[in-house]
């Protein structure tokens, strides 16, 4: 009797860190089921630039839309500025509308394409979509979270690599970042043109 409740005092205690650590001080915007903020005045935008990476090819991972269309990452034959974020991640609620303006601005230059690590898929990736009114990003997303293993499993959301047209990566952002500035377009623009010297 006194083991077993050790032990049930053990497991209750590991439980409690264990949400305690889920918490990040936000009220219910870190919840699956929750949805976040349209808009907040409170997220800032303070992703870092790491080139530790560059070099690194796009993984081969294949991404669904909603209809059920397939995209092999690997095979996509153009500079590319792959996005991971999700419906329940504030800071990615917040990048999503700056990244639609910087695929409108950057067509043709590079592809932006937006992937969603939400394990309901479609499901909530769609009715996001329809609220927001993002025309320029794709609606990609990555049921197995296939793409958050390859990046270490489970990066902190946003993640956003620019890959150059032959697929290797540039560099990343770690974090939410203002892509509607002149800065991130020029940070752009200048890792592909600096890549095919």
Request: net charge negative; aromatic share 8%; charged share 25%.
């Given at each position: 009797?006194?083991?077993?409740?050790?032990?049930?005092?053990?497991?209750?205690?590991?439980?409690?860190s264990?949400?305690?650590?889920?918490?990040?001080?936000?009220?219910?915007?870190?919840?699956?089921?929750?949805?976040?903020?349209?808009?907040?005045?409170?997220?800032?935008?303070?992703?870092?630039?790491?080139?530790?990476?560059?070099?690194?090819?796009?993984?081969?991972?294949?991404?669904?839309?909603?209809?059920?269309?397939?995209?092999l990452?690997?095979?996509?034959?153009?500079?590319?500025?792959?996005?991971?974020?999700?419906?329940?991640?504030?800071?990615?609620?917040?990048?999503?509308?700056?990244?639609?303006?910087?695929?409108?601005?950057?067509?043709?230059?590079?592809?932006?394409?937006?992937?969603?690590?939400?394990?309901?898929?479609?499901?909530v990736?769609?009715?996001?979509?329809v609220?927001?009114?993002?025309?320029?990003?794709?609606?990609?997303?990555?049921?197995?979270?296939?793409?958050?293993?390859?990046?270490?499993?489970?990066?902190?959301?946003?993640?956003?690599?620019?890959?150059?047209?032959?697929?290797?990566?540039?560099?990343r952002?770690?974090?939410?970042?203002?892509?509607?500035?002149?800065?991130?377009?020029?940070?752009?623009?200048?890792?592909?043109?600096?890549?095919?010297?």
């Open positions: 009797m006194a083991k077993s409740r050790l032990f049930l005092s053990v497991f209750a205690g590991l439980a409690a264990t949400l305690a650590a889920c918490d990040n001080g936000e009220e219910d915007t870190a919840q699956e089921n929750v949805a976040p903020p349209v808009e907040s005045g409170t997220i800032e935008l303070t992703g870092t630039l790491d080139e530790e990476y560059a070099g690194t090819s796009i993984p081969e991972v294949t991404v669904v839309n909603p209809a059920g269309e397939k995209l990452l690997s095979e996509v034959g153009e500079p590319v500025l792959l996005n991971l974020w999700a419906t329940w991640c504030a800071p990615c609620v917040v990048e999503m509308p700056l990244l639609d303006n910087l695929a409108a601005e950057l067509k043709g230059k590079v592809r932006v394409l937006t992937v969603s690590e939400d394990m309901r898929g479609a499901e990736v769609e009715p996001f979509f609220e927001r009114d993002l025309p320029n990003l794709p609606q990609w997303l990555d049921p197995d979270n296939e793409l958050a293993f390859t990046f270490g499993g489970g990066p902190v959301l946003p993640l956003t690599v620019l890959y150059d047209a032959d697929g290797n990566e540039l560099w952002v770690i974090g939410a970042y203002d892509w509607d500035t002149e800065e991130a377009r020029a940070m752009v623009l200048d890792a592909l043109a600096a890549s095919e010297t």
